[in-house]
């Protein structure tokens, strides 16, 4: 693979096109900003420790079947990324009071939310990424009604394993900001970085394990990464991950989602019914479909399992002894990338992981273990109705 043209160049990446069309390479800069971009700092090694903490996360979430864009690290500050068409929207998940929420709403930080809370930013440097609501979202042709249940559905899974992905690593995740794009099929996709750039982390003390410290000047934030990512490295890396088979419970019924297990098919249908739905509906434009009520359905967001068979708990009620609350913006803009085939893993050792995935005749793919998008999409197309899962899907981490 060669690198080719610079496409574009951000606050914290450079995108280049490379010699694989749908591929593109990206760089992480050494560079850190806040107040979007107003204050601007150059930080010696932040770059390729940034590239290597969200390549170990990004692993892990194509592992637990997220669609995403990341196909993998080729260097310190390098990775490949697939090249989709970016959603000029951010996504913060909450599960802390903490940042602008506090400040909006007069509130301490730490309060434990008991629902996360999702929130849309409209992604504009111009216009300072103002806070938007879904009817904005709408009005704006952003995506259409079917696209956003999609992103909010991905959004409580990413969070359900990034909580327990940072647990494991003695974090509490307090709120991160998702970007999501379409791929070539119009599926909804996972980008952008997932750093201490845009997660809040809280260790057992309150301390600050993120940006914050940059954007609150409370110290140096090269260590405090380095520690991310040494810890990732020894503690979250080497975890194999095991998806199992359960029998599949016949009394289980849509509308118990704390059954174990139920969450998984929950998705996968709605995954599925996103794809139908996407499919038969490109072309149909936002504002057409957004007369269409949204139905929103939550999916575990109980917090106590991270989908990698962890038990997670945010517990860090305290309020934070720091109150200081910075506004949010963004970072990098337009195209990045996608990941359109992250392959079907039954057995792979690739990065050490162990992935095993078993299912009863016929044989079919669990939400965990991820079909590629386009076998997805085809899937979809062929049924006309949302086929009905026939594994139970438990997943477990071993060391
Ligand atoms: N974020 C938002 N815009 C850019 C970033 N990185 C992230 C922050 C924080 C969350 O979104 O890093 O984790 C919420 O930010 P805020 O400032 O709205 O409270
Ligand atoms: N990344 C944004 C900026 O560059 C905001 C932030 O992270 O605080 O300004």
Redesign the pocket.
């Known amino acids: 693979m060669e690198k080719k043209a610079l496409r574009y160049e951000g606050k914290a990446k450079k995108l280049y096109e490379t010699d694989e069309e749908g591929t593109l390479w990206v760089e992480y800069l050494d560079q850190a900003t806040a107040l979007n971009g107003a204050r601007k700092e150059e930080i010696p090694g932040k770059g390729a420790l940034n590239n290597q903490i969200s390549s170990i996360i990004y692993e892990k979430l194509n592992e637990a079947g997220i669609s995403t864009h990341f196909i993998r690290q080729v260097s310190d500050t390098e990775q490949l990324n697939r090249d989709i068409t970016m959603i000029p929207m951010?996504v913060?998940l909450?599960n802390v009071v903490?940042?602008?929420?506090?400040?909006r709403f007069g509130l301490e930080e730490g309060a434990e939310l008991k629902e996360p809370i999702i929130?849309f930013?409209y992604k504009s440097d111009a216009l300072d990424?103002p806070f938007i609501n879904e009817d904005h979202i709408a009005y704006l042709g952003l995506v259409n009604t079917f696209e956003l249940m999609s992103i909010k559905n991905e959004t409580r899974k990413i969070n359900t394993l990034l909580k327990g992905l940072w647990q494991q690593i003695g974090l509490t995740l307090?709120?991160?900001?998702l970007e999501f794009g379409k791929n070539n099929l119009g599926l909804v996709t996972l980008a952008d970085e997932i750093t201490?750039?845009?997660?809040?982390l809280w260790d057992k003390d309150g301390k600050h394990m993120?940006?914050?410290v940059f954007?609150r000047d409370l110290g140096d934030i090269i260590p405090v990464y380095e520690t991310i990512l040494k810890d990732l490295k020894e503690k979250v890396v080497p975890k194999r991950f095991v998806v199992e088979e359960t029998p599949q419970s016949s009394s289980a019924h849509p509308s118990a989602p704390d059954f174990p297990g139920l969450s998984n098919i929950f998705t996968g249908l709605q995954d599925e019914l996103s794809a139908i739905v996407n499919s038969a509906f490109a072309g149909l434009s936002a504002n057409a479909l957004s007369a269409t009520s949204a139905t929103d359905t939550p999916t575990s967001t109980s917090g106590e399992d991270d989908g990698l068979g962890q038990s997670v708990k945010v517990t860090n009620t305290k309020p934070h002894p720091s109150s200081a609350?910075?506004?949010?913006?963004?970072?990098s803009k337009t195209t990045t990338t996608a990941n359109a085939a992250s392959d079907v893993k039954t057995e792979d050792e690739t990065l050490g992981q162990s992935v095993k995935v078993t299912t009863s005749k016929p044989k079919t793919t669990s939400s965990a273990a991820t079909k590629s998008a386009a076998t997805k999409a085809t899937t979809a197309a062929k049924s006309a109705a949302p086929r009905k899962p026939r594994v139970n899907v438990k997943t477990k981490t071993t060391e």
């Open positions: 951010e913060v909450r903490a940042g602008s929420f506090a400040k929130e930013y990424d307090v709120d991160f900001k201490p750039d845009t997660c809040r993120d940006k914050d954007r609350a910075t506004a949010s913006s963004s970072t």
